[in-house]
């Protein structure tokens, strides 16, 4: 089912800003069908890409902040902000406050301003709306109906498949 709205998705909302996102289960393709819908969007619709991992792009902000690199970290926060399109991986992985404050202003600008937004995390929807409802049901609004919710369920981790416990 995700991989037939992926390919809604690109038949459809290449050249619009709906966004699509993807949320659950390690390891069942969540970043796998987003980078479908990135690399169609960067070599064949043209758009300009910017991916980004929660993780290091936090860090990167964390670091540059403590190493008195405001400029920079301005420069950077202003790009993520107003690529034409941003596909953030594993959306809030790990986080604290302050991380979810740039998040928030990320994703507050985007919305504002229309621009397309593919996002994937291991959170599914009501553990991101537990987080922020107001930040997170505008994501849902702009997905239209292409937002994948995976229950937590190791049988869909692909990545353990053939794996056995040893008892």
């Given amino acids: 089912r995700c991989f037939e709205m992926v390919n809604k998705f690109i038949t459809y909302h290449s050249k619009d800003n709906t966004w699509f996102v993807a ?3 390690s390891g069942c393709g969540k970043t796998l069908a987003c980078s479908i819908i990135a690399n169609y969007l960067l070599f064949l ?3 300009e890409v910017c991916y980004v991992v929660w993780t290091d792009f936090i ?3 964390k670091r540059d902040m403590m190493g008195d690199k405001t400029n920079e970290v301005s420069e ?3 790009h993520i902000k107003k ?3 941003l596909f953030i991986d594993e959306m809030l992985k790990k986080y604290n406050d302050t991380d979810l404050k740039y998040l928030i202003e990320i994703i507050n ?3 504002t301003n229309n621009l ?3 996002i994937t ?3 599914v929807i009501e553990k991101l709306l537990d987080i922020d409802e107001a930040t997170f049901g505008r994501a849902i609004e702009k997905c239209e109906n292409f937002l994948v919710n995976i229950p937590k369920d190791r049988k869909k981790n692909y990545r353990l498949k053939g794996f056995r416990r040893e008892n």
């Fill in 109 to 111: 600008y985007r919305y």
């Fill in 59 to 61: 860090g990167k902000l």
């Fill in 83 to 85: 690529v034409d399109v």
């Fill in 45 to 47: 619709a043209k758009r």
């Fill in 121 to 123: 995390s291991e959170n």
């Fill in 23 to 25: 949320l659950g289960q």
């Fill in 116 to 118: 397309k937004t593919i």
């Fill in 76 to 78: 950077y926060l202003d």
